[in-house]
């Protein structure tokens, strides 16, 4: 009868099959982790094949005729303006926002704007931008008292309003037109803002030196009509998204490209003048910025609880459609950039 061979192995050879199994097992995870750490730039900063920066459409109806800056507090904007300003001002309008103001929610009025406009809606990574906006809360009165790095819990936590004060309570509005259904500033409803006057207390109100514009509060509250809160500012920043990227349904918007300033900081702007010069068929008159990589201050790194705080409480679906993701590096001890 014929014998079947079978294969044996010895001890070594055990021991080489577990050694391939445990570094096949190693790469695997690590794969798995590289997918969640973005903290590469090249890897969630991706204006360069943004996929909102396509070519120029050949069919659409109107030139465009107005640049709008889009972004929140704290997010380069004023940079990127002046920028934009500078390179296409010659022939374009360039606004700080579309309907209203740049940082606050816009809404639909096709009146407001050239048609057609270019939407640039700029934003930072949420670590950087919430970090940022703990240490300068402009136009939130009710956090200045969590600008200090020992308190980022509270500040995240903290709902996203404050008491109306002075001019801005009911009982002090002094006329039929000042009704809770009447259009504050920025063209909100009274329900919908603190506060729907610009300045609710005189300057001889404070007693101390007015700081990141204090004085004039702003408090948008949920972009749903019903006059609530949110109830921190990782909410509102998950609202502002979707309502920046939804702009691109307005009538006379030509298109709304993501910015991210880390890129356009670390890249440089050349492909951004490019496109736009693409789509308005515009000469640029200006040179583009170049790479300024530097490595933070050590004051402004995000603390690593924070980090995994923000991780654990912030909505990563809607970042991920601006190209951010999970850092998890930043929840290391001792990582600096």
Request: charged fraction near 25%.
């Amino acid at each position: 009868m014929k014998q079947t061979s079978r294969f044996t192995c010895s001890r070594p050879c055990v021991a080489f099959l577990a050694l391939i199994a445990f570094v096949m097992l190693y790469f695997s995870r690590q794969q798995t982790l590289d997918d969640l750490d973005t903290t590469s730039q090249e890897k969630h900063n991706h204006v360069d094949v943004n996929p909102t920066f396509g070519d120029a459409p050949s069919d659409k109806r109107n030139p465009i005729r107005q640049i709008s800056i889009l972004g929140e507090r704290n997010s380069g904007t004023r940079w990127t303006f002046d920028h934009m300003l500078e390179c296409f001002g010659h022939a374009l309008t360039v606004k700080k926002g579309l309907v209203r103001y740049k940082h606050w929610f816009q809404y639909e009025d096709s009146s407001l704007y050239p048609h057609d406009t270019l939407v640039l809606a700029q934003f930072r990574n949420p670590y950087d931008w919430l970090q940022a906006m703990q240490r300068v809360p402009h136009h939130s009165p009710a956090h200045l008292s969590t600008a200090v790095d020992h308190k980022w819990e509270i500040f995240l936590s903290k709902p996203w309003t404050m008491e109306r004060i002075g001019s801005d309570l009911w009982p002090n509005r002094t006329s039929d037109e000042d009704s809770p259904a009447k259009n504050c500033q920025q063209k909100f409803k009274y329900r919908d803002i603190i506060s729907c006057d610009i300045e609710p207390l005189p300057h001889e109100a404070y007693k101390h030196t007015i700081r990141y514009s204090e004085h004039q509060p702003f408090y948008e509250m949920r972009n749903d009509g019903s006059g609530e809160p949110f109830a921190n500012i990782m909410e509102m920043r998950t609202d502002k998204i979707r309502n920046f990227l939804s702009v691109v349904d307005y009538e006379g918007v030509a298109d709304v490209w993501v910015l991210q300033y880390e890129y356009l900081v670390h890249k440089g702007t050349q492909n951004l003048i490019d496109k736009v010069a693409e789509w308005t068929g515009i000469e640029p008159k200006c040179q583009a910025k170049g790479s300024q990589v530097r490595k933070p201050k050590k004051t402004r790194i995000v603390p690593t609880e924070m980090a995994r705080f923000i991780r654990e409480n912030l909505d990563w679906d809607v970042e991920r459609s601006i190209g951010y993701n999970i850092d998890l590096k930043r929840e290391e001890v001792g990582w600096d950039w």
